[in-house]
């Protein structure tokens, strides 16, 4: 049986604002990709990767994607027998409210991840030359 949609619905609006302030031991990372179990590796802005945990909430709820941003709340040293290094504590689901919060990493712009999109050399999608166009 599955969960209640009222569950559901409780953790995606929980997911969708933006907190006022974060707390000492929170932060914005960016995931790199599932790791299973509800384990996820990360990547601080500072470009370092850590494992965090999907807080139980959010399990079979919210699903994460490549690429996206979530809320970090570490653990302190000594009080957790995991390898996770914190708990992803909030999903970044409306990212463009999120961008303009004061707390939002300047080494996540958007511009430094979208260097992709603006390849021009790509082939993808154009018609072949024809033979009457010089080249």
Do not use: H
Request: aromatic share 8%.
């Amino acid at each position: 049986m599955g969960r209640p949609k009222r569950n559901v619905l409780a953790a995606a609006e929980a997911a969708s604002t933006p907190p006022e302030a974060l707390e000492a031991n929170q932060t914005l990372v960016r995931v790199v990709k599932p790791e299973g179990n509800n384990l996820f590796n990360c990547e601080l802005p500072n470009q370092k990767t850590i494992v965090l945990e999907l807080a139980q909430r959010f399990r079979n709820t919210i699903w994460i994607k490549r690429g996206g941003f979530v809320l970090a709340e570490m653990y302190t040293a000594g009080t957790e027998d995991t390898r996770a290094e914190g708990e992803i504590v909030n999903i970044v689901r409306d990212e463009k409210q999120w961008r303009k919060q004061p707390y939002w990493p300047k080494e996540f712009s958007k511009s430094a991840f979208d260097m992709s999109d603006e390849e021009d050399d790509s082939n993808v999608g154009k018609m072949p030359p024809s033979d009457s166009e010089p080249e």
